[in-house]
Antibody, heavy 124, light 107 residues
Framework: QVQLQESGPGLVKPSQTLSLTCTVS??????????WSWIRQHPGKGLEWIGY???????SYNPSLKSRVTISVDTSKNQFSLKLSSVTAADTAVYYC????????????????WGQGTLVTVSS | DIQMTQSPSSLSASVRDRVTITCQAS??????LNWYQQKPGKAPKLLIY???NLETGVPSRFSGSGSGTDFTFTISSLQPEDIATYYC?????????FGQGTRLEIK
């Protein structure tokens, strides 16, 4: 059974960089066939896809966040990470990591496994 | 971006009722549509993928249909444990986008 677990600071100061890591267990990121994703949910709101990474390091980001987002992968630790720079209060949200099935050659399909989510608050 | 519009935004129904939620895409997305259930304080859970395929382990009272721009999610007989918010999500084009959610309550 695949499990994902987010970790990182729950409080980040404005203008600083938010950094989160997702540790995957029960399956290897290196085995391929999946995109490893970050999704966030503002308090009481809907879901926003941030971006994803393939085990090879290939990434795609939401254009609305692209200038501030970096997603990286460490296959030796079976982890992938999110960095979001220059944060403001508008970045306060629950951040989820999730696995998306690879569809066809390059598309991401459904998110079949999710972490429990971690609340990150941006405040001084 | 492809906009996903769910209707209604909230819904109140009785146990054993048939419940239907619709999701409309702003452009043709074929059958590249998924449905999720999210209970308070929990991560979303995949229920339906590729518009109509039931995820393993999900009760058969949940179903999905549609293609192109118009999709339907149905609970054939509402159970108390189905109280949650439901989201549709398209994966035809990047960025991946979700509907705004439908909150389902028991009457």
């Amino acid at each position: 059974q695949v499990q994902l677990q987010e970790s990182g600071p729950g409080l980040v100061k404005p203008s600083q960089t938010l950094s989160l890591t997702c540790t995957v267990s029960g399956g290897s990121i290196s085995s391929g066939g999946y995109y490893w994703s970050w999704i966030r949910q503002h308090p009481g709101k809907g879901l926003e896809w941030i971006g994803y990474i393939y085990y090879s390091g290939s990434t795609s980001y939401n254009p609305s966040l692209k200038s501030r987002v970096t997603i990286s992968v460490d296959t030796s630790k079976n982890q992938f990470s999110l960095k979001l720079s220059s944060v403001t209060a508008a970045d306060t949200a629950v951040y989820y990591c999730a696995r998306a099935r690879l569809v066809g050659a390059t598309n991401a399909g459904e998110f079949d496994y999710w972490g429990q989510g971690t609340l990150v608050t941006v405040s001084s | 971006d492809i906009q996903m519009t769910q209707s209604p935004s909230s819904l109140s129904a009785s146990v054993r009722d048939r419940v239907t939620i619709t999701c409309q895409a702003s452009q043709d997305i074929s059958n590249y549509l998924n449905w999720y259930q999210q209970k308070p304080g929990k991560a979303p859970k995949l229920l339906i993928y590729d518009a109509s395929n039931l995820e393993t382990g999900v009760p058969s009272r949940f179903s999905g249909s549609g293609s192109g721009t118009d999709f339907t999610f149905t609970i054939s007989s509402l159970q108390p444990e189905d109280i949650a918010t439901y989201y549709c999500q398209q994966y035809d084009n990047l960025p991946l986008t979700f509907g705004q959610g439908t909150r389902l309550e028991i009457k």
